[in-house]
Structure formats: structure tokens, C-alpha cells
């Protein structure tokens, strides 16, 4: 099976709750049609339909404290618990001993081993970021840190402007505007389109996304809304441009934020591990927590 991994920064399940919660009142057609409801709110139990499963997942590691990005997004892409090896909870950037964790235990060197050739990080790259990333090691995302480390190249506006890249924002809204890039304003559904494209080109796909949480600090309810729609038009962007008998398309984050704008923190609520294919047994999979999806992603690259 090909698997899209989806990484959503900050994006909980949250409670029904419509004035601290801006999914609850979202425009997500995409989304309520393949589960026939809004599904992402406040339940501990696993759903599934005839395409999809959902897993609430816990993000808090056994390590007292908020989660944090740092640590969740190392566990999410080594399926090692950052916070416990480092013994607390580390936001931002990986310190220098989550990046040698990092190095040795990513996703890309994991399926690497075991053979895959065919792993890339669909996310595009401004062009600024290569006149100093060789000395700022220690400003690279997890996303990065694992990409380097398995030799995993990294897209640029080249690539961009070709449909074989995404930015992360998928609008190309930010690149033009704070970076002075000229590109193209992408719908969407079409930025959508070109990562399944580049999916369908690979055993393994990853592909970051954290306006969620940035929109979340901001406490931005209204930004949210739009994002989410925004969001959910992406993905039908996507799953309309992969062949799901044998693809696995997955949605997870590693923390929540968004799902509660009643305080700018990130939060202690589950996150979701979405599964979206029409392999059944690619759907019998549970996991339960951050340290789950890493031996997921190499259980569903063997079916």
C-alpha cells in the first residue's frame, strides 16, 4: 500500500461547543459526506464507515504537562516518546538531543531499511531557506531534521511552479505575500490535486501543515473557520486524485489547539488519526496514541 501522511499542527477533538470550538459551526462538506456527519468532536471511541476509520489518539505521552510540538512531532515521526526521553514536553524546534533521535529513528530511515526508495516530503521550501539552513540546524522543524537526515531531497519553487510541490499553506497565500515570491494563487482543491500527485509517484508521502496552529495562539475564531474550509476543499483535492484501493490516505496531528480558542495554549485533548481507504484491512488497524503511527505507517506499507 502507498501511504499519504497528512500532518496537521495542532488540530484536537473537541467539544461541542460552538463558541470556543470553530468546528462545530465550519463549512466541511468533503469531509461530512465521507463520514456523514461532523465527526471530529469530543468521543474516546473509534468510528469507521465503509472508506474511513477514525482514532482519537492521546497526545500527552505519559509526561506531565501541555503537549508540545517539538517532542509530539518527533514521537509522531519515530514512534519513540520524545517527552519521555527528554522527560518533559519541548515546544518549537527539536533540541540537539531530539535531533539525534530524530536522525536515527525517522519514518524515512525506517522505511529506508526496509527497502523503500520511493519516500519524499511534498512541502516546498522559500528560497531563503537554503541561503542559511546548513548553520541553523538547530531551527529546523522535526519535518526537516527527519528529511535531511534520510537524504529525502527538498522541494523548491521549481518544483512548485511544476505542480510537483506543495507550500504549506496550499494557497501559496504566504509565500507571495510575506516572502515576495512570484507564483500562482492556488484554489484548494488543485494544490490538493498536485499532492496526489505526487502520491500516486510514491510508497511514501508526507506532507506538513500548520496554520491550524498557528491560527490557535492567535485564538482567531473566524480564521479558523476559514481555514478548516479551506482545508477540507484541499482534501477533496487529494482524494479524488488517489486510488484508494491501494493508497492509504492518513490525517493526524500531534497536539490540540484550534479545537479551543477559549485560551491560546495548546491542550490535552485527543487528536484524530483519520484513515481514509478502500483496503478493509488497512482499516482494521487501532492505535491509541502519538507513539502508534510510525508502526502504523510501516504496517500499512506492507499490505
Known amino acids: 500500500m502507498r501511504v499519504l501522511m497528512i500532518f496537521i499542527d ?6 461541542d461547543d460552538p463558541d470556543n470550538n470553530p468546528y462545530v459551526t465550519a463549512k466541511t462538506p468533503f469531509l461530512d459526506s465521507l463520514m456523514r456527519e461532523h465527526q471530529l468532536l469530543t468521543n474516546s471511541s473509534i468510528r469507521t464507515g465503509a472508506n474511513w476509520a477514525l482514532f482519537p489518539i492521546k497526545t500527552t505521552l505519559g509526561v506531565p504537562g501541555t503537549p508540545q510540538s517539538a517532542t509530539g512531532q518527533t514521537t509522531l515521526l519515530t514512534g519513540v516518546n520524545g517527552a ?18 530524530i536522525k536515527a529513528e525517522n519514518i524515512y530511515v525506517k522505511l529506508r531499511r526496509r527497502g523503500y526508495a520511493a519516500v519524499t516530503f511534498a512541502n516546498v521550501y522559500r528560497p531563503s531557506f537554503f541561503d542559511k539552513y546548513i548553520c541553523q540546524e538547530k531551527y529546523h ?6 528529511a535531511l537526515a534520510a537524504e529525502v531531497r527538498l522541494r523548491t519553487v521549481v518544483d512548485l511552479l511544476a505542480g510537483n510541490g506543495v507550500f504549506q499553506d496550499f494557497t501559496n497565500r504566504i509565500i507571495r505575500k510575506d516572502f515576495g515570491v512570484e507564483v500562482p494563487f492556488y484554489e484548494p482543491e488543485l494544490a490538493g490535486s498536485f499532492l496526489g500527485g505526487i502520491c500516486n509517484k510514491h510508497d511514501f508521502t508526507l506532507f506538513e501543515y500548520y496554520q491550524t496552529d498557528v491560527a490557535g495562539h492567535k485564538q482567531d475564531y ?3 473557520q476559514e481555514i478548516l474550509g479551506e482545508m477540507d476543499s484541499f482534501l477533496a483535492g487529494v482524494i479524488n486524485s ?10 493526524t496531528s500531534d497536539h490540540g489547539n484550534m ?14 488519526a483519520l484513515l481514509i481507504t478502500k483496503n478493509r484491512h488497512a482499516l482494521s ?6 507513539e502508534d ?8 506499507m506492507a499490505i
Not at 242 to 251: G, Q, S
Not at 285 to 290: K, N, P, V
Request: overall charge neutral; hydrophobic content about 40%.
Open 222 to 224: 473566524g480564521k479558523i
Open 141 to 146: 522543524s522535526v519535518t526537516t531534521v527527519a
Open 10 to 15: 495542532g488540530m484536537g477533538i473537541g467539544a
Open 293 to 300: 503511527i510510525t508502526p502504523l505507517v510501516l504496517e500499512l
Open 285 to 290: 488497524h487501532g492505535i491509541e496514541t502519538l
Open 242 to 251: 488517489v486510488d484508494l484501493t491501494n493508497t492509504v490516505v492518513m490525517i
Open 259 to 272: 479545537e479551543d480558542i477559549s485560551h491560546y495554549n495548546h491542550t490535552e485533548n485527543m487528536v484524530p
Open 84 to 101: 519521555a526521553f527528554l522527560g518533559k514536553h519541548l515546544r518549537g524546534f527539536p533540541n540537539r538531543k531530539l535531533r539525534q533521535l
